[in-house]
């Protein structure tokens, strides 16, 4: 589903006009990849989680060369599914 499927499927159940749906789904946005910058967790509670991660440092190989080489620490964002929508998705 892209994103004015996602508006047209939002403003139908709530009877809410398009632009209204399209606002919201925005300012979400902006929350979280500013909660992502800032390393805030955003907990829907059985939906989503949505937090940063820091994933060490650690060892890899140049697949081109296949030489050894340090893959350096870094900041990721990780989005982990509630139970409401992991049931779903296993279609019980």
């Known amino acids: 589903m892209n994103r004015s499927a996602l508006v047209a499927a939002i403003a139908d159940r709530t009877q809410q006009p398009s632009a ?17 910058a800032d390393g805030t967790r955003i907990h829907l509670p059985g939906l989503l989680t949505v937090e940063t991660v820091v994933r060490p440092a650690r060892q890899g190989r140049n697949p081109q060369t296949g030489q050894p080489m340090m893959i350096a620490e870094r900041r990721v964002p990780k989005i982990s599914a509630g139970a409401t929508l992991k049931r779903a998705a296993a279609g019980e």
Not at 20 to 26: K, P, R
Request: charged share 20%; no cysteine.
């Open 20 to 36: 209204t749906v399209d606002a919201v789904i925005e300012g979400l946005a902006s929350v979280l990849v500013e909660a992502a």
